[in-house]
């Protein structure tokens, strides 16, 4: 995977001596963490017993320090109690949430070394924490991953995880589609759900009908796809039909400035087996979804353009690359009479994709039923 | 456990500390804990090491706080004196502690009140305090540097008080003798100490004022000692696009971009707008409130105004910051507008029963349904109507305007030269082929239009129309 953009500049070792008071005992490399730093932020890596086993962060003098300060009790220690912390210091202007858990990790592998045999109360035993420290120091910054047997029964095993923005909620009426060839990703390594859905993927399919015909539970279904989306392996688009309407976005405008975009386009949407369609009717097509004009007005008035061109990928390319936008049908009940219940779905909240999905009418029923309401009325956006 | 994505924003807690003769004191916090969850945190149980360290999942309260003491406040959050002038930032598990330690200097001599009947002693002196907010770790960098940026306006004001009349002094004497006082107090479930001494000090209540505001409206205005005024805004909450805040950087690009071809479109009545204004504000600005409308662009309002293009941009700028107008493209009959993506057009939705009070007879998504389509001014308003209801139209479609409803659309201009088929000897299969962009907001030179033949030009116009934000903000 290759370093991450994360680096460490120091790992260094502080304890609690008996006499001495708090003290680094080890750090790599060596000097970095000056004396009058460490008089700054001792309190916070030697800690009062309420902020033992939390996770510390501290900003100062141009350095973050990330540590998490172990407090093991024993009559056996001087003073009754072994004091230590082991972290890691970057530049202030790092993003260290990803460190955390390393942090974290390593804290918990020394409290068991120490439970277990002593190692860092034992003098020589503690030596062997410098050249731990400095191969840790070494791949971490240089893949992000570490393997490293301390014993013969303890090995550390640190990986550098990449943190992800959250994903959206996966509706059942969404569009899972894959954002690279789907041969790209090595199907053995997901979990058995995803396995079992991924062939039935293929940007048309939504969340309903995957579930429906790979016989998976509907919920299920939906989180293995935000599992996906999490990881970036999917992007999400709305149900393709000749009836949908769309409209462009500023973003359109990366079709005309941005090369790369121009290439990946004209490649995705060309039909198969055609001479490659060129920029100008592309163009010109994502330029004629406008309000009120369906797919298929369309593909009536363009159908020069859209010799070389499958309209069911040029909207696909559009929606995941955002070049284009979906207009959803939303039916409000304005009026009503007083004795009539109040509306649930014809509130505004609830677009015709939902409806539909919920209640299993098809669109054309829905609309029929709609159209001849005068008491709703129906908004795009 | 269930957030509102506003409270990403939205500080967990306020609190003063200090430090000085008589060690780290904390002298105040808001929200107040409870006693009994206070001691509770602090009974050391003995832990088997090899139980489970649950962090970050299950024994914390939902609000993300694990419940620090005071005292453990008072020590980490003094800080030493190096680390003074400086942002101050601290994480602690999922909490995140930013602040201004800032120093007061030694007064070499010491100002013992007058009406002071105890007998003269040596004053405890206070060496430096701080402000400090405690935010979600999860807060976006944005928040955590304004929040800084509060706390060191405060740190400010308090400095210069302190020096002059040693206001913090006093305040911290206050606070430390009702804290003393409760402490004292064997009567059993003893309330919390800041509870009681809210009533008693001035500082205390502009943090908690500080506080309450920056987790509804996010415009912080205080006046420290009744004297000197802190204002404060947190554009995450003033600067919302459906559900999502509009992010700092986004903000500062969009005010680079005002011209003068824009109009500035006020959110509240000129009225309720010149009665926040504070009494020593600039007559400028009030001429321009006084002078600006949504018809006008900010070239005639320079004008009408007497005021020059610079100072014009830049109050206006400083509106938009505070949300209290927005930049429009002066309203006009060709205008075309649609419903913006964002717009909430829910049958409940407050704004629905705004606009039913505002304009009785009328229904907020009956209208908004109108412009499902892009509608001009001009379709939107019927000749044959009496010239009361057309101005009341106008008028609701400023009041769309103003809360984001609608989108303003523009028409782009591009040139796309076709790939010729006689010259196909001469360029390569790949080639594509040539873009020009001219009109709409580009700054290209005409230029471009000396390659290929006229005639080849006029075959080649390209009309669309892009969604453009009304307020040049980009959709996030």
Redesign the interface.
């Known amino acids: 995977r290759g370093s991450s953009c994360i680096r460490i500049e120091c790992i260094f070792f502080s304890e609690f001596h008996p006499t001495l008071g708090p003290k680094i005992t080890y750090q790599v490399p060596e000097e970095y963490i000056s004396r009058?730093l460490f008089?700054?932020v001792q309190?916070?890596i030697i800690t009062?017993?309420?902020?033992q086993?939390?996770?510390?962060?501290?900003?100062?003098m141009g350095k973050k320090l990330i540590g998490c300060p172990v407090c093991?009790?024993h009559k056996k220690y001087s003073r009754n109690a072994l004091l230590f912390n082991l972290g890691l210091v970057c530049d202030a202007r790092t993003k260290t949430c990803a460190l955390e858990p390393i942090v974290?990790k390593l804290s918990g592998y020394l409290?068991t070394l120490e439970?277990e045999s002593g190692f860092i109360s034992n003098e020589e035993s503690k030596q062997k924490l410098l050249p731990i420290m400095s191969t840790l120091l070494e791949e971490l910054n240089a893949t992000g991953a570490c393997t490293l047997p301390i014993d013969e029964s303890n090995t550390i095993n640190l990986k550098l995880i990449e943190q992800r923005r959250d994903p959206l909620i996966v509706q059942e009426y969404d569009v899972p589609v894959f954002t690279q060839c789907k041969d790209h990703f090595i199907k053995s390594q997901w979990d058995l759900t995803t396995q079992q859905i991924l062939a039935y993927i293929d940007g048309f399919r939504h969340i309903q009908k995957i579930s429906a015909e790979a016989d998976v539970e509907l919920n299920l279904v939906r989180i293995a796809v935000q599992n996906l989306l999490y990881y970036g392996v999917v992007t999400l688009v709305s149900i393709f039909q000749y009836s949908n309407v769309y409209?462009?976005?500023?973003t359109?405008?990366s079709l005309?400035d941005d090369?790369s975009i121009?290439e990946e386009c004209l490649n995705y949407v060309t039909k198969k087996g055609q001479k490659r369609a060129?920029?100008?009717d592309v163009?010109?097509l994502?330029?004629g979804l406008?309000?009120?004009t369906t797919v298929r007005d369309l593909c009536s008035r363009y159908s020069q353009q859209l010799q070389r061109v499958d309209e069911r990928r040029l909207i696909q390319y559009g929606l995941m690359k955002a070049l284009i936008?979906r207009l959803q049908k939303?039916p409000?009940?304005?009026t009503r009479d007083e004795r009539s219940r109040p509306?649930r779905l014809y509130?505004?909240?609830h677009s015709y994709d939902e409806i539909c999905c919920k209640t299993g009418m098809s669109y054309k029923e829905l609309d029929e039923r709609l159209e001849n309401d005068p008491n709703i009325?129906?908004?795009?956006? | 456990m269930f957030f509102k994505c506003g409270e990403k924003t939205s500080p967990i807690s306020v609190i003063l500390v200090t430090s000085g003769s008589r060690g780290n004191k904390l002298l105040f916090r808001y929200p107040f804990q409870q006693v009994s969850d206070c001691t509770s945190?602090?009974t050391?149980k003995?832990r088997s090491?090899y139980a489970l360290?649950t962090?970050g999942d299950v024994l914390e309260d939902p609000d993300g706080d694990?419940r620090?003491?005071d005292i453990?406040l008072a020590?980490?959050l003094a800080?030493?004196s190096?680390?003074c002038g400086k942002?101050?930032?601290?994480?602690?598990?999922n909490v995140r502690f930013v602040g201004h330690p800032t120093l007061l200097q030694h007064p070499h001599t010491i100002q013992v009140s007058k009406t002071d009947p105890s007998p003269k002693r040596e004053m405890p002196t206070m060496i430096l305090f701080s402000v400090v907010f405690a935010l979600r770790a999860n807060a976006d960098p944005s928040v955590i540097s304004c929040m800084h940026n509060l706390s060191r306006r405060i740190a400010i004001a308090l400095q210069h008080e302190e020096r002059r009349c040693q206001y913090l002094t006093r305040e911290a004497k206050l606070m430390l003798a009702v804290q003393d006082e409760v402490t004292n107090m064997t009567e059993s479930d003893p309330q919390s100490p800041f509870r009681q001494i809210l009533p008693k000090c001035k500082l205390a209540r502009d943090l908690k004022e500080a506080y309450d505001s920056l987790c509804t409206t996010g415009v912080v205005r205080l006046h420290i000692n009744n004297w000197l005024e802190v204002s404060f805004c947190l554009p995450h909450k003033i600067h919302r696009v459906g559900g999502n805040h509009v992010p700092p950087e986004a903000l500062e690009r969009s005010l680079k971009a005002i011209r003068p071809y824009h109009a500035l479109l006020l959110l509240d009545s000129e009225k309720a707008l010149l009665a926040q204004l504070p009494l020593d504000c600039s007559p400028a600005l009030v001429r321009l409130i006084k002078t600006c409308s949504a018809v006008k662009n900010l070239q005639q309002l320079a004008q009408d105004a007497d005021l020059n293009l610079l100072q014009i941009f830049q109050i206006a700028a400083h509106l938009v910051y505070w949300g209290k107008a927005i930049i429009v493209y002066p309203l006009c009959e060709n205008n075309v507008y649609?419903?913006?993506?964002h717009?909430?057009?829910?049958?409940?939705?407050p704004l629905a029963e705004a606009f039913g009070q505002q304009f009785p007879g009328h229904?907020l998504?009956?209208m908004?349904?109108k412009f499902?389509?892009?509608l001009s001014l001009s379709e939107f308003r019927n000749p044959l109507d009496a010239s009361v209801q057309e101005a009341q139209l106008i008028q609701m479609v400023v009041w769309m305007l103003q809360r984001r409803l609608l989108i303003q659309l523009h028409t782009?201009v591009?040139l796309?030269?076709?790939?010729s088929e006689e010259e196909s000897g001469l360029l390569r299969d790949e080639e594509?082929?040539l873009?020009a962009?001219v009109g709409g907001r580009s700054l290209s030179t005409p230029s471009a239009l000396s390659f290929g033949s006229p005639s080849i030009f006029t075959q080649l116009m390209?009309?669309?129309?892009?969604?453009?934000s009304l307020i040049s903000l980009?959709l996030v």
């Not at chain 1, 009062?48 to 902020?51: T, V």
């Not at chain 1, 409209?247 to 500023?250: G, H, R, S």
């Not at chain 1, 009325?377 to 956006?381: A, E, L, P, S, T």
């Not at chain 2, 390209?462 to 453009?468: A, D, E, L, P, S």
Request: with cysteine.
């Open positions: 009058e008089d700054t309190v916070y009062k017993p309420e902020l086993n939390k996770l510390i962060t501290v900003t100062a093991i009790e974290k409290t439970l409209c462009t976005t500023p359109v405008q005309i090369r121009q060129c920029l100008r163009f010109q994502y330029c406008t309000p009120g936008r939303y409000v009940k304005v509306p509130t505004g909240c009325i129906v908004c795009w956006k | 945190s602090l050391t003995q090491p360290n962090t694990s620090f003491s453990i020590t980490i800080t030493k190096d680390m942002k101050f930032e601290l994480k602690i598990d649609m419903l913006s993506p717009a909430n057009i829910s049958l409940y939705s229904d998504p009956s908004l349904a499902s389509l892009p782009y591009c796309l030269v076709p790939p594509l082929p873009v962009r390209i009309w669309w129309r892009i969604c453009f980009p």
